[in-house]
C-alpha cells in the first residue's frame, strides 16, 4: 500500500481497459476489475470515483438507497442513487472486484436506471461508485452523493413519511441544469446564446 501523501506523478500507473498495465512500475489498485467492468458498459464516462465517505456509506451498510429528498440531490442525481443487491459468497471468493463492477451493471440494468442520468451507485455493505465524464465531474458527484446523504440521514431522523421531492420538482431541478433548454449557471446552451448576442452586439 502507498500512503496518499506520498504519492508522487511518477507513481501513477496506467492501465488500459482490459486491466493491463502499459505504464508505472507499481501494481494497479486492486479495485481496477471494477473500474475496467464500469468503464466497457458504462460508455460515456470517462472518470470513476470509489470512496468511503461516512454518509454515503452509512446507507450502503443499511442497504438502503439515497432517496432524492432535496433539490441539492436533484440537481445532480435524476432519482434515488441506488443500493445494489449484496454479493454472494460465490461472487465475493471468485472474482471480488470485478463482480462488484458487474452487481453495479445489473443493479442499473434491472432497475431501468439510466447511469449518465443517476451518476453513482452505493455497493451494498461496502460503499459509494461515481462517475462523470471527466474525472473532476466524477470527483464533484461524489461529493454531492456524501451532502444528500448526509441531508437524508437528517430529515429521516426527523420523520418517517416519504422524504422524496415530488416528481415535478425533481424535473424542474434535473433539466434546467442537464436538460436539451437547461438554463442553470454559465456553461449552458442559454448562457452561450446570450454571450454570442452580447459579442455580435459589440461588432
Known amino acids: 500500500m502507498v500512503e496518499y501523501g506520498s504519492l508522487k506523478p511518477e507513481d501513477m500507473v496506467v492501465v488500459n481497459l482490459d486491466g493491463e498495465v502499459v505504464e508505472g512500475n507499481m501494481n494497479p489498485s486492486s479495485d481496477t476489475p471494477t473500474h475496467t467492468v464500469l468503464y466497457n458498459k458504462f460508455k460515456d464516462i470517462d472518470g470513476i470515483v470509489h470512496t468511503h465517505s461516512p454518509w454515503a456509506v452509512s446507507f450502503a451498510s443499511a442497504n438502503m438507497d439515497v432517496p432524492a429528498a432535496s433539490t441539492t440531490h436533484a440537481d445532480t442525481f435524476y432519482g434515488d442513487v441506488p443500493v445494489s443487491d449484496p454479493l454472494t459468497k460465490k461472487e465475493i471468493e471468485e472474482a471480488y472486484e470485478e463482480n462488484t463492477g458487474k452487481v453495479i451493471v445489473r443493479t442499473f440494468k434491472e432497475r431501468g436506471i439510466d447511469p449518465e442520468a443517476v451518476p453513482a451507485v452505493l455497493v451494498s455493505q461496502h460503499g459509494p461508485f461515481a462517475w462523470g465524464a471527466t474525472p473532476d465531474k466524477a470527483v464533484y458527484n461524489a461529493k454531492v452523493l456524501e451532502v444528500a446523504a448526509e441531508i437524508s440521514y437528517h430529515a429521516l431522523q426527523l420523520t418517517r413519511d416519504n422524504i422524496r421531492v415530488p416528481q415535478y420538482l425533481l424535473d424542474k431541478h ?30
Open 174 to 203: 434535473y433539466y434546467r441544469k442537464h436538460g436539451k433548454n437547461a438554463y442553470y449557471g454559465q456553461n449552458n446552451a442559454k448562457s452561450k446564446q446570450h454571450a454570442q448576442h452580447a459579442k455580435d452586439a459589440e461588432d
